[in-house]
């Protein structure tokens, strides 16, 4: 049983969440180039801008002409903010499921089989139950599907948005992925989309009446088996653990509850040189350490820190941890978990400004 959740309207609730006032508004959250005042694009925006005619990826300009006359906010994307929003989210999915991939900044895919038993029905309540707690923690909504497979589960929480929770069972695998355009399919572009029209194929279920050997002579062999078996809902591919590395994380349970700053070092150390292991076996250089702390009422407290220059360096990790540790404890006293979490990765110590930029 897989499950695929989705944040609605991302970075543009993050700044709702954080100042309600924008709520009544259309809210643009941009990236400005700087070149001219409007120069930039959109990269997100609330639903009330999107009935306006503004979705992620128009130039601001174009976005302003849309809104003419009217009262809208335009926002200064911050993605620091939005990643921290966002690791918070993934830690409570990842302790709440059986595998957990994360495949974007807003989403991931998860697998519930053991924790559900096989139920779809035990599947919905937990699903359920996670929209909830993300809400409740982190006081966003999301949208999620739950499904036999990726494909479906993707669908699935596309499918009612916000707040949304679509479970597709075994048996309604075809009736709700049979009506569905082709470009819903994950992997299938404009370019193979339209290849596809012009044999016909306009639907899922056009897709899946084709047989393979009608649609290799367009698409190769290999494109082909996989467009055939994700129209006739066949997907046997697992969720696995990791996915996209925004951040390097464990979490650990204490020998017993402690507000001791050292202490709960000491069982820390082992994790955090797991995560330093993981970072150097990728390649990676981490610009922010996070500890995060479980309280005795489950809540979930983090504290981060940015650094000046990305590092993969052991030292760093373990100063800055104690450091954000100490702090932690300091504020909510007694943790009964607690974790370490590297992110805002970048590939070397020096990244141009520009790729920077396009990340
Ligand atoms: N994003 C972006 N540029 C794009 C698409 C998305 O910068 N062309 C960013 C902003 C989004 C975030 O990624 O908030 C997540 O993307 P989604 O596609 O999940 O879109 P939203 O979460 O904004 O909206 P939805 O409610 O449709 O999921
Ligand atoms: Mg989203
Ligand atoms: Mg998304």
Redesign the pocket.
């Known amino acids: 049983m897989v499950g695929h959740l ?9 700044e709702e969440l954080e100042d309600p006032s924008l709520k009544k508004l259309p809210v643009l ?1 941009c ?1 400005y180039s700087g070149r001219t005042e409007d120069s930039g ?5 609330n ?1 009330k801008a ?1 009935e306006l005619g503004v ?3 128009i130039p601001i300009s174009l976005a302003k002409k849309r809104l003419a006359g009217q009262e809208a906010a335009f926002i200064r ?1 911050d993605r620091e903010k ?1 990643e921290s929003y966002s690791n918070r989210v993934m830690e409570i999915l990842r302790e709440s499921v059986d595998i957990m991939e994360q495949t ?4 991931a895919f998860f697998d519930i089989t053991k924790k559900s038993g096989g139920s779809f029905g035990v599947g919905t309540t937990l699903a359920s139950a996670i929209k909830t707690k993300i809400l409740e923690h982190e006081g966003l909504t999301s ?1 999620v599907g739950v499904a036999p497979n990726k494909i479906a589960a993707k669908l699935a929480s ?1 499918f009612k ?2 707040d949304g929770l679509t479970v597709i069972r075994p048996e309604e695998l075809a009736g709700f992925m049979g009506p569905m355009p082709v470009e819903k399919l994950y992997g299938i572009g404009s370019k193979t989309a339209r290849a596809l029209e012009e044999i016909g194929v306009l639907t899922v279920e056009d897709l899946a009446k084709k047989d393979v050997s009608q649609l290799r002579d367009v698409f190769g062999q290999k494109l082909a088996v996989y467009l055939h078996n994700s129209a006739s809902g066949e997907d046997e591919e697992p969720v696995v653990e990791g996915g996209e590395a925004t951040q390097i994380s464990r979490i650990i349970t204490l020998k017993h509850d402690s507000s001791d700053a050292n202490e709960i070092m000491s069982q820390l150390t082992p994790a955090m040189a797991d995560i330093h292991k993981r970072v150097v076996e990728k390649g990676l250089f981490f610009k922010s350490v996070s500890v995060i702390g479980i309280l005795k009422d489950l809540t979930i407290r983090t504290r981060s820190k940015t650094l000046e220059t990305p590092t993969d360096e052991s030292s760093t990790l373990d100063h800055v941890g104690l450091e954000l540790l100490t702090s932690l404890v300091g504020e909510f006293g007694e943790l009964r978990r607690v974790g370490a979490r590297v992110s805002d990765f970048q590939e070397s110590k020096e990244q141009s400004s520009l790729s920077e930029f396009m990340k």
Do not use: C, H, N
Not at 6 to 14: M, P, T
Not at 104 to 107: F, L
């Open positions: 989705d944040l609605d309207y991302f970075y543009a609730q993050v959250v990236v694009v959109v990269s997100t925006a639903y999107r979705r992620s990826g994307m939005y974007g900044i807003d989403e949208s596309d948005k916000p």
